[in-house]
């Protein structure tokens, strides 16, 4: 990154995506009706290949739904969902689905998923900064996580051999789900957020 | 230096120990290239994440860019011994990872971003035709990502991903 944040410019994103994920919660609460645990989330300056790391490391098998961000602040959202979280949710939504491998209704189901949490992610943000964050159409994979993540970091490496993450860890209570939700804001839109979030 | 080293997103490993094993995970639009030199048991790996410097900030993280990778790889190679003329390139990985139904897109949209595995192949395989290296060995393009493993005792690549099995170049 340019310049380095400071303590409490990470504090304020931080709780940012506290808030954001607070939202998805609720939402996937109410699709799947379980309880839903959000960890505290982490705001984060890492170096490009330690990135998935957050998801058990770039062999780890997940269920990524991948979607940009633009409006006044431009970024990327992944939902990450390591792969037997991903078959347990398409049981609860789709009990009469198969799970052995994913059939196309699966595959879109959980790229709902990722649609709604994103966007009730972004929703809060926008409530809590006052700016649009506008979700674009998601884009699916299943796959190694290293590979999973490489389009984003590819796109964000053109210009940083860093990048800022806000991570947050959820669980569904009492069940073997648990996913990740990695909002990454455009360096150029970091001022514009800080800005907002009154840390400028 | 002996054993498994891991090569990371944008970065370039070089060795001349028959013993090491150089390996990338999780490959996705990204680029592993494997350089080798059957004489001596010399051998690079790159994992190119983007096909051209060209508009890279400074200092330049050689490693990441297919068009400045290459050549330092070379170069380091031959330092430690490795025989230009010699040398043969095995390349793997430059998926296009997300579906997008019915988007291809013009340069600047979504779907052209997701097409830069498609950009890396054919970039690290034009220096690679500027620098006269003979490609031996290619597993690029799908829609799958890949894991591979360099042995420097005789310079096989093997390549596993999750749904297309194990296969050695």
Known sequence: ?200 | MEGLIQVGLGELRVAANSEVILACYGLGSCVGVAIYCPVNRVGALAHVMLPTCALAHQPLKKAKYADSAIPDMLEQMERMGAQRRLVVAKIVGGARMFSMPGRRGREGEMGYRLQVGERNVEAVKSTLKRLKINLAGEDTGGDYGRTIRFALSDGSVLVSSVRHGVKKL
């Open chain 1, 1 to 200: 990154m340019e310049e380095k944040l400071t303590p409490l410019q990470l504090d304020a994103l931080r709780e940012a995506g506290n808030i954001g994920a607070g939202n998805a919660a609720m939402a996937l609460s109410s699709m799947v009706k379980a309880k839903i645990m959000v960890h505290v989330p982490k705001a984060l300056i890492l170096p490009l290949d330690l990135v998935s790391e957050l998801a058990g490391g770039p062999e780890t098998v997940v269920v990524g739904v991948y979607l940009r961000v633009s409006g006044e602040v431009n970024g990327r959202m992944l939902l990450l969902l390591p792969e037997p979280s991903a078959l347990q949710l398409i049981n609860m939504m789709l009990p009469e689905e198969p799970t052995e491998q994913l059939s196309e209704l699966a595959r879109s189901g959980l790229q709902e998923v990722g649609s709604i949490l994103t966007g009730s992610y972004l929703n809060a943000l926008e409530n809590l900064t006052g700016l649009t964050l506008r979700p674009s159409v998601p884009a699916f994979a299943r796959d190694m996580a290293g590979a999973v993540i490489d389009l984003i970091l590819v796109e964000l490496g053109e210009a940083d051999d860093e990048v800022l993450v806000i991570e947050t860890t959820f669980d569904l209570a009492g069940l073997a789900v648990s996913g990740h939700l990695v909002f990454f804001p455009d360096a150029g839109s970091l001022d514009t957020i800080l800005g907002h979030l009154g840390v400028k």
